[in-house]
């Protein structure tokens, strides 16, 4: 049992850590389009143009975008059957966390766990929350079929997991597409 208390923590902490990595997607379509008609794409250049985020994450959505409707037969081209565009929204989010209720209360004890103690203080964590959207537009009707969102945390310290967490936004929210036929 004594074990188990002192994993608690630990354990906790996991789960928080996994359930902040995880992408939150949506998806919503136009029922009346016939998603089987879609074959190629193009990106829509003026929409990729108005997101509000650096050249360099661009590509990196792009690419990770090309390489998903590839792997579903899709094929880029000059005269395409659908368009695709992106847009990006972000938001800071600061936590504070208060692990004391004043000395000599019952609670978080510091070093030895839970119990009789004072020791803590508010800790504060930021983090940015970012939102992937990804619209498919028709081409010829230019109307809007398809839009996909992911939502979830961001990584900006390293390029790598910067641009595996991109590939992972990319791909939970294209799982969706194309919708199920019901």
């Known amino acids: 049992m004594k074990k188990l208390i002192t994993l608690a923590p630990i354990l906790v902490f996991a789960i928080l850590l996994t359930s902040c990595s995880s992408v939150r997607v949506a998806a919503d379509y136009d029922k009346e389009a016939n998603f089987d008609n879609y074959k190629t794409f ?24 090309e390489a998903e409707l590839m792997a579903k037969g899709m094929t880029k081209s ?23 209720w004043g000395a000599g ?3 978080w ?20 929350e970012g939102m992937l959207f990804i619209d498919f537009i028709d081409a010829n009707k230019k109307e ?3 839009q996909g969102s992911g939502t979830g ?8 997991k910067k641009e595996a967490r991109i590939k992972e ?7 969706q597409f194309p919708p199920e036929k019901g």
């Open 78 to 100: 000059e005269n395409p059957d659908m368009l695709v565009s992106i847009f990006t929204k972000s938001n800071q989010r600061v936590d504070i966390y208060n692990n004391a």
């Open 169 to 175: 936004f990319v791909s939970k929210t294209m799982e």
């Open 42 to 65: 193009a990106f829509f250049k003026p929409g990729i143009d108005k997101a509000e985020i650096n050249d360099i994450d661009k590509r990196r959505i792009l690419r990770a975008i």
């Open 144 to 146: 809007l079929i398809w």
């Open 153 to 160: 945390y961001l990584v900006t310290k390293n390029v790598e």
């Open 105 to 107: 209360a019952w609670g």
């Open 109 to 128: 004890g510091g070093y030895g766990g839970w119990g009789w103690g004072g020791y803590g203080g508010n800790q504060v964590s930021t983090s940015t």
